[in-house]
């Protein structure tokens, strides 16, 4: 089983920036594959960046590419999303989820074995 707490979220202007992080617990937070996906409101979920389980290896959607950062630290069992250059397109509730049979960065969410509860992240224009 694995345990995961996005936090971090919260009301930014356009062309701002935000950290998200997300805490994991109960199991070997380098034994699995984390993401970020984010839901706006009325719209599927979607892709929004994941990392490997070394941190080694990183993928993008193409509406974030060059805007957004995933990282880890597999000390700390914490996984990051620094969000920069913000737009109001980027609003949406943002989920951290983790794939425990992954070795690389993978898009799909169903893919994903847990989810954390979501972050609110409205951007204003």
């Known amino acids: 089983q694995v345990q995961l707490v996005e936090s971090g979220g919260g009301l930014v202007q356009a062309g701002g920036s935000l950290r998200l992080s997300c805490a994991a617990s109960g199991r070997t937070f380098s034994s699995y594959v984390t993401g970020w996906f984010r839901q706006a409101p009325g719209k599927e979920r979607e892709f929004v960046a994941a990392?490997?389980?070394?941190?080694?290896?990183?993928s993008y959607a193409d509406s974030v590419k060059g805007r957004f950062t995933i990282s880890r630290d597999n000390a700390k069992n914490t996984v990051y999303l620094q969000m920069n250059s913000l737009k109001a397109e980027d609003t949406a509730v943002y989920y951290c989820a983790a794939a425990t049979s992954r070795y690389s960065p993978i898009t799909a969410p169903m893919e994903y074995d847990y989810w954390g509860q979501g972050t609110q992240d409205p951007v204003s224009s």
């Open positions: 990392i490997s389980r070394s941190g080694g290896s990183t």
